[in-house]
């Protein structure tokens, strides 16, 4: 059974709060004082993590997941297993409509959230999302 199968029992959601609350501490977040962390486990066990980088434009601005998905695709790649993401007070935020996608593009089958409701997977989270496979769909039919 890989990672990315395991029930949100056997996934430590404390380890990656505190590792998304230690990367919301390296926030850059000087125009809307609202410093995000986010930390997941990768479906071969390593965790990684991002945080908020803003910019005087705002919409250049990093959010704590375009980070994490950096850090994902420097550290080797592969697939995210389980996610969490904070604000400044430690508090579980939901990631905004871009971010869900960016997360479901890298991520394992059965990719597990930690949400404001529990935890879900990242199909209940963005249902019915058009991802790399709808493209190769199209691709085949040309």
């Known amino acids: 059974m890989s990672r990315a199968d395991q029930p949100a029992a056997e996934v430590d ?47 250049l601005t990093l959010c704590a997941e375009c ?16 996610f969490y993401c904070v604000d400044g007070e430690g508090n579980i935020l939901m990631p905004c409509g871009r971010c869900r996608q960016l997360l479901y593009e890298h991520r394992a089958a059965g990719m597990q959230l930690m949400t404001v409701s529990g935890v879900k997977t990242m199909d ?11 493209l190769e769909v199209e691709e085949q039919q040309k």
């Open 124 to 134: 209940e989270v963005l249902p019915d999302a058009f991802g790399p496979e709808n």
């Open 13 to 59: 959601w404390q380890a990656l709060a505190v590792a998304a609350q230690a990367a919301m501490q390296h926030a850059y977040a000087p125009y809307s004082r609202f410093p995000v962390g986010a930390a997941a486990l990768t479906e071969d066990g390593r965790m990684i993590s991002g945080c908020n980088v803003e910019n005087a434009s705002y919409g």
């Open 67 to 82: 980070t994490l998905v950096g850090a994902l695709q420097m550290s080797g790649g592969g697939k995210l297993a389980a």
